[in-house]
C-alpha cells in the first residue's frame, strides 16, 4: 500500500526517473527480489509504456517535433513546402473575365441614414487622401504600398465587428443568425489577406505601426458603438467604402498599364497570393491587384444587399460565394 501511494504522488508525466530510483531503493531496502521487486518493475514498465503513448499522440508533441510554421505568418515561405491554405475560410476564386470586367459603380443614397453614410465615407477618404499622399505628388510603388497596408489593416474591422456583434445577439437572444456571421467572417478574412499579401513587400517601421495602432483603436470603437445602433447605417457604410476602394485599386491598375509603376509590371505575384487567388505560376503583381479589386467589388455588392434587408432576413450569400 506504501508503494502504491507514493506512485500515485509520482505518476504526473515528467517523473519516471524517481519513479525508476524509488524502484530500485525499494528493492535494495526489501532485499526481496522475488515478489516485491518484480511488482515494483512490473509497474514502472507499464507507467513508462503509457508515457511514451500519450507523447506520441500528444498534438504538441507533433508540432514541436516537426517544427511547422504557420503558412500565413511573417516569415511566409518555408523553403521545404510550398504555401498551404488548410487555415482559410471559403472565398470567391475569380476567372479571368470576372476579374477583367470590374466596374465603378454607385448606389445612391435614399435616406438620412444613408446620406450620413456616404458623407462618413467622403469625409474619411479625403483625410487619408491628404494623410497619404495620394493627393499630393505621384503615386509610386512605395506610395501605393504604404497606402493599401494602412487600409486593410482598418478595412479588416467591420466584418469581425459585425460578426461578433451578430454572434453575441444570438446568443443573447438565443436565436438564429440565417447566415450572417460566415459571410462577414469570410470578409474580415479576405481584407486581412490583402494585407498580409502586401507586407511580402514592405515592412512597416515603429511610427508607421503607431499609425495602425491609433486609427484601428478610434475605428473599432466607432464601429462597435455604430453597429449596436443602426445596422443598415453600417452596412451601407461599408458598401460606400468599397465604392471608394474598387475606384482606388482602379487607378493602381491604369498606373501600371501606362507605365507609371514598372517594378510592379514586372514583378511576379507573391506565393501567398499565388494560393490564396489560384493565380497561374507566372501570375504578376497586376493580376494581384486584379484580384484584389474584384474582392472589393464582391463586398460593395454584399454590403449593399445587406443593407437593404432586414437584419432578421435570411442573408442570401452562402459559404464561399
Not at 506504501?2 to 509520482?10: E, G, T, V, Y
Not at 528493492?27 to 514502472?44: E, K, M, P, R
Not at 473575365?97 to 446620406?115: F, G, R
Request: net charge positive.
Amino acid at each position: 500500500m506504501a508503494i502504491q501511494s507514493c506512485l500515485r504522488r509520482l505518476s504526473p508525466i515528467g517523473n519516471w526517473d524517481k519513479i525508476s530510483q524509488f524502484c530500485l531503493r525499494a528493492t535494495n531496502l526489501t532485499g526481496q527480489t522475488s515478489n516485491h521487486a518484480s511488482s515494483i518493475i512490473t509497474i514502472n514498465s507499464r507507467l513508462l509504456s503509457s508515457s511514451a503513448i500519450t507523447l506520441a499522440n500528444s498534438p504538441h508533441f507533433r508540432v514541436n517535433s516537426e517544427k511547422k510554421k504557420h503558412p500565413l505568418g511573417p516569415e511566409f515561405r518555408p523553403k521545404e513546402a510550398e504555401e498551404t491554405d488548410e487555415y482559410l475560410l471559403p472565398h470567391p476564386i475569380w476567372s479571368d473575365s470576372e476579374i477583367n470586367n470590374v466596374i465603378i459603380t454607385h448606389e445612391k443614397p435614399k435616406d438620412k441614414t444613408e446620406k450620413a453614410a456616404y458623407f462618413s465615407v467622403q469625409i474619411l477618404r479625403f483625410g487619408f487622401d491628404l494623410f497619404s499622399g495620394y493627393l499630393i505628388g505621384s503615386m509610386n510603388e512605395n506610395k501605393w504600398l504604404r497606402r493599401i497596408i494602412f487600409l486593410e489593416t482598418v478595412a479588416g474591422v467591420p466584418g469581425m465587428v459585425a460578426a461578433m456583434t451578430r454572434h453575441l445577439h444570438s446568443l443573447r437572444r438565443m436565436q438564429r443568425d440565417y447566415g450572417w456571421i460566415h459571410t462577414l467572417l469570410e470578409e474580415a478574412e479576405n481584407e486581412r489577406m490583402h494585407l498580409l499579401t502586401a507586407l511580402h513587400l514592405k515592412k512597416p517601421g515603429p511610427f508607421f505601426r503607431a499609425c495602425v495602432l491609433i486609427g484601428q483603436g478610434i475605428f473599432v470603437n466607432f464601429f462597435i458603438i455604430s453597429y449596436l445602433i443602426s445596422p443598415r447605417f453600417c452596412h451601407r457604410f461599408v458598401g460606400y467604402l468599397e465604392e471608394e476602394a474598387v475606384i482606388t485599386y482602379t487607378k493602381c491598375l491604369n498606373q501600371i498599364d501606362r507605365g507609371y509603376l514598372p517594378m510592379w509590371a514586372q514583378m511576379d505575384a507573391p506565393d501567398i497570393a499565388k494560393t490564396y487567388w489560384q493565380l497561374k505560376p507566372n501570375a504578376k503583381m497586376r493580376d494581384v491587384i486584379l484580384a484584389i479589386r474584384a474582392d472589393e467589388a464582391h463586398h460593395r455588392l454584399v454590403n449593399h444587399t445587406l443593407a437593404s434587408i432586414n437584419p432578421a432576413d435570411k442573408n442570401p450569400y452562402k459559404a464561399g460565394q
